[in-house]
């Protein structure tokens, strides 16, 4: 036991660290928009599955899309689990083309029983992303070129309860702190060096408590097949918001005036939200599964105003495959998964949205103790942003993302005969 509170703590201290050095996992220009480019809150295992998770109960998995699947824990099990990420990203607007890498370590989660059929879950995971940067040209008369760039995001350091009832019926909560700065920058630079030039920043402070309530109920087709169907709502939810804007004007690098301001009368907020799944498992065999998930956000308040941001749907289907768990041939112990997904956009540029489509594939791969995981997962996604509006060049965007994490699965919690 002294070991398992030493790495609570060590854990919880690394969440911290995590929180101050988040890393940015995008480069798309549409994260200039809203909060940015949302994240994709399923873990690495997941991933490759098509991002199912609220119908998907496994005791070897932490699961963050439902809290109800918490209390699956094994009683005597400690759980941790981190990934990093890397996304190449490739860009077309109109012929023009460019590709960016960019990556990083992306959460960190533990989970383990409190009590018997009661679990709980800790970790520190992102919410957004805001990272792009890029320029125009203009003649109108002098010439300028004005540059857009962008930095930030919206985390969530989350703690989640789950009780599980006569082994079928499970609840649970989940609180998540969110935090973070979104900062957009717009510089405006004349190739006349008499001109001024300006350099307008934005940063968007975010603070706010959100909470997921969740459910999943386990219906046996007999000793080795089941079928879960869960559930989460998320409640809408009002943030914490401070918008500081800062106003630059220059001439030959040489500062002539700065304006500073800081408003507290904007509105912002998380919408509702719903998510539903379901799945077909065999006990150490296979599962497949579904979700969908809805995001009122054309509800949601964003700089106090209301339909500025659209409805967003997100469609998954995934499934898990391993040949024996228990065989003495390494490969046929693997887990072999793959998936899909669609969804819209939540911004809305001129009127114009953008589709998301991805596919997916990734092995898990056992350690020398059976439980433990590296689990590989490679997605390929295209944003489809449909027809522009006259006068307006949308980006078509191309991605290949792998992820890599690490489940650590270890008995913990009992009481050995022979020290």
């Not at 990083?104 to 992303?129: I, R, T």
């Not at 350091?157 to 609840?171: D, M």
């Not at 087709?221 to 169907?229: A, E, G, M, Q, W």
């Amino acid at each position: 036991m002294n070991k398992c509170k030493l790495v609570l703590l060590i854990v919880s201290a690394l969440f911290v660290q995590i929180a101050i050095n988040a890393q940015n996992n995008t480069n798309s220009p549409y994260a200039r928009y809203g909060y940015g480019v949302l994240a994709d809150q399923a873990f690495g295992n997941q991933r490759a599955m098509g991002g199912i998770g609220y119908g998907f109960r496994d005791p070897k998995t932490i699961n963050p899309l439902n809290p109800a699947s918490f209390s699956g824990v094994d009683s005597m099990t400690f759980m941790f689990d981190m990934g990093v990420s890397g996304v190449m990203g490739w860009f077309n607007e109109q012929g023009n083309k460019d590709s960016k890498f960019n990556g990083g370590l992306e959460y960190v989660a533990m989970q383990f029983p409190l009590y018997k059929d009661l679990g709980v879950g800790l970790g520190f995971k992102p919410v957004s992303y805001v990272g792009y940067e890029y320029q125009s040209t203009y003649s109108d008369p002098d010439v300028y070129t004005q540059i857009y760039s962008g930095s930030g995001g919206v985390n969530q350091l989350y703690a989640a309860l789950s009780y599980n009832f006569f082994k079928r019926f499970s609840v649970g909560i989940n609180a998540g702190y969110m935090f973070g700065d979104v900062a957009h920058v717009r510089s405006t630079v004349y190739s006349d060096a008499t001109s001024y030039n300006t350099i307008l920043a934005d940063t968007l402070r975010t603070s706010g408590l959100l909470v997921d309530f969740g459910f999943q109920y386990v219906h046996p087709l007999n000793k080795t097949t089941r079928i879960i169907v869960g559930g989460v709502y998320t409640p809408k939810t009002k943030l914490n918001e401070k918008v500081m804007e800062t106003a630059l004007v220059y001439i030959d690098n040489s500062v002539q005036n700065i304006s500073r301001t800081a408003s507290h009368d904007y509105d912002f907020e998380m919408p509702q939200s719903i998510g539903l799944g379901v799945s077909y498992a065999k006990l150490n065999k296979f599962t497949i599964g579904t979700d969908v998930l809805m995001q009122k956000w054309s509800d949601a308040s964003f700089y106090s105003k209301k339909d500025t941001l659209a409805d967003r749907m997100r469609l998954s289907i995934g499934g898990d495959f391993v040949i024996n768990p228990m065989s003495r041939n390494y490969l046929q112990r693997m887990h072999f998964r793959a998936g899909g997904h669609y969804s819209d956009s939540y911004i809305r540029i001129k009127g114009s949205e953008y589709k998301e489509y991805g596919v997916s594939l990734g092995i898990g791969i056992p350690m020398i103790d059976n439980r433990s995981y590296l689990n590989l997962s490679f997605e390929y996604m295209a944003l489809n942003p449909g027809a522009a509006p006259v006068g307006t060049t949308l980006i078509n965007e191309k991605y290949f993302k792998f992820t890599l994490s690490y489940t650590f699965n270890e008995w913990w919690f009992f009481k050995r005969k022979v020290q």
